[in-house]
Antibody
Framework: QVQLKESGPGLVAPSQSLSITCTIS????????VHWVRQPPGKGLEWLVVIWSDGSTTYNSALKSRLSISKDNSKSQVFLKMNSLQTDDTAMYYC?????????WGQGTSVTVSS | DIQMTQTTSSLSASLGDRVTISCSAS??????LNWYQQKPDGTVKLLIY???SLHSGVPSRFSGSGSGTDYSLTISNLEPEDIATYYC?????????FGGGTKLEIK
């Protein structure tokens, strides 16, 4: 079955960078795109970026200067890197597969920005 | 950016009720509208894509409709497992944007 699982450091110091990984199973990254979406505590969902099956990318322009997405098809992993983190980047970060919509989501990985 | 507005942030209904959740876009989005359900534990699931297409495995009591700037999600015969927050999301223009969510509670 389709599964996505996010993993990350949990705690990041202000001004530092964040690297999180989405490990997928049950489908191939060569056939589907993968999105990253985040949700600050008690708030709504914010779309960040998508990497398509061909490796092309589409970023939320508001965050593009701080974001980088990549993938390793052979390892079934998608990587998100965000630079210069601030406290308002504290959020649950989700990855989601793309088919017509964000059709399957991971459970999310919590990221807290704090010194 | 296209702003998605869910004017009802919380809604209370009884089991068996028919519930409608509304979503409005700041400009026409040509039916490029999806609905998601987020359970209290954070789990997110796709319910409806392209305004009215039911995602695989989603119960038929969920349905979607709308056009132009105004869209809605209807749950007929509300069940206990429908307790969740519901989000609309447009994909007409980048960046993809979500509504603020409607939290559904049992009366």
């Amino acid at each position: 079955q389709v599964q996505l699982k996010e993993s990350g450091p949990g705690l990041v110091a202000p001004s530092q960078s964040l690297s999180i990984t989405c490990t997928i199973s049950g489908f191939s990254l060569t056939s589907y795109g993968v999105h990253w979406v985040r949700q600050p505590p008690g708030k709504g969902l914010e779309w960040l970026v998508v990497i398509w099956s061909d490796g092309s990318t589409t970023y939320n322009s508001a965050l593009k200067s701080r974001l980088s997405i990549s993938k390793d098809n052979s390892k079934s992993q998608v990587f998100l890197k965000m630079n210069s983190l601030q406290t308002d980047d504290t959020a649950m970060y989700y990855c989601a597969r793309h088919l017509n919509a964000m059709d399957y989501w991971g459970q999310g990985t919590s990221v807290t920005v704090s010194s | 950016d296209i702003q998605m507005t869910q004017t009802t942030s919380s809604l209370s209904a009884s089991l068996g009720d028919r519930v409608t959740i509304s979503c409005s876009a700041s400009q026409g989005i040509s039916n490029y509208l999806n609905w998601y359900q987020q359970k209290p534990d954070g789990t997110v699931k796709l319910l409806i894509y392209y305004t009215s297409s039911l995602h695989s495995g989603v119960p038929s009591r969920f349905s979607g409709s709308g056009s132009g700037t105004d869209y809605s999600l209807t749950i007929s015969n509300l069940e206990p497992e429908d307790i969740a927050t519901y989000y609309c999301q447009q994909y007409s223009k980048l960046p993809y944007t979500f509504g603020g969510g409607t939290k559904l509670e049992i009366k």
